[in-house]
């Protein structure tokens, strides 16, 4: 059993977020579920608490500097400090090709996914600097690479590599160990939309399947730990085999 920590999810309200929530929670974890979509993270605290776990859930937009200092007084207030932070909010994009990409959609893309992971992990690592201990995973993906028709998605999430190395190099000396979990294909409603039904029947996976959101919470259970001692800095890719 690991001890009662405070644990904030962005984006815990749906997909891999919820699986990272309900997956800490049996590791103890208080919750604070940071999304902006109200009616799913009421459903995904609904499941916290049947499972008797002590959770919140705050209507937030990442990209907003306001709304997430809110947030945390909201939750210091509830909860108590955050220790764990795990950055899985995200917006896919519209599909275009580079020179078809309205600028506003690469503004919000990038606003969300990158400035979001950013602003959410620089207001909480001071705290848990200060009193020695705290975890935060970021996600990133293998679009990372890049990939054609969804650019303002791909850089975003190349920047979440050297977000997690800075703060990584940053605060690991003071007890804060920072990763990022680049998942694979999971059917969540990010990817559902986007994918064939020929490809849903054979996905394009080493492994043959698609992952189980729950096979990403639990590496996301694992960086969080207080079993996870020599980790920082690191980019896991929970991929199947690619
Ligand atoms: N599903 C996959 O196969 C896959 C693969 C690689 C990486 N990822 C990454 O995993 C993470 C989770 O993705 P998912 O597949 O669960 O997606 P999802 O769409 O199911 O969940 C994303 C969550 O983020 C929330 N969100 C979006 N914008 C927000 C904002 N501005 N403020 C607050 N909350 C916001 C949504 O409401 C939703 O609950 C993302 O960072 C995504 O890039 C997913």
Do not use: C
Request: net charge negative; charged share 20%; aromatic share 6%.
């Amino acid at each position: 059993m690991s001890a009662r920590r405070v644990a904030v999810i962005t984006g815990g309200a749906n997909g891999l977020g919820r699986a990272a929530a309900l997956r800490l929670a049996e590791e103890d974890r208080e919750i604070a579920i940071w999304d902006w979509d109200a009616a799913a993270a009421k459903r995904t605290i609904a499941e916290l608490n049947r499972h008797e776990a002590k959770a919140l859930a705050v209507h937030v937009d990442v990209a907003s500097p306001e709304s997430l200092e809110a947030a945390l007084t909201t939750t210091r207030d509830f909860l108590g400090p955050v220790d764990i932070l795990v950055n899985a909010a995200a917006i896919i994009g519209v599909d275009a090709s580079v020179l078809e990409t309205p600028l506003e959609e690469w503004d919000r893309v990038l606003a969300v996914n990158l400035t979001g992971t950013y602003l959410a992990s620089r207001l909480v690592v001071g705290g848990m600097a200060e009193r020695g201990w705290g975890r935060i995973v970021n996600f990133t993906s293998g679009a990372r690479h890049g990939t054609p028709a969804l650019i303002p998605y791909a850089v975003s999430k190349a920047g979440i590599v050297p977000i997690t190395r800075a703060f990584a190099r940053e605060f690991t000396s003071r007890g804060v160990l920072v990763n990022a979990v680049q998942p694979g294909r999971a059917l969540t409603n990010m990817v559902l939309s986007r994918v064939p039904e020929e490809t849903v029947r054979n996905p394009p996976v080493a492994i043959g399947r698609y992952a189980d959101p729950e096979e990403v919470a639990e590496v996301v259970a694992f960086l969080t730990s207080e079993r996870n001692t020599y980790m920082s800095g690191g980019v896991v890719p929970v991929d199947g085999g690619g």
